[in-house]
């Protein structure tokens, strides 16, 4: 409960998806300790943070 405080309600969402305990636990322990660290960067609080998440994958795989 503590470290969903530091969530978003669309990250609060997604974590009540998962259908196993441990999944959203290990999301939402991952996604507080990302935006905790980015709010101590930012000086800004963690909820504040938003992301935009894009559904593309790239499926070439290319050698440099």
Request: net charge positive; glycine share 4%.
């Amino acid at each position: 409960p503590a470290l969903q405080a530091h969530l978003s309600a669309p990250d609060q969402e997604r974590a009540a998806l998962f259908h196993f305990e441990r999944d959203r636990r290990r999301y939402v322990t991952a996604h507080a300790a990302l935006r905790g660290i980015l709010g101590r960067y930012l000086d800004c609080p963690p909820r504040e943070i938003s992301f935009q998440i894009n559904n593309l994958v790239d499926s070439e795989h290319r050698s440099l």
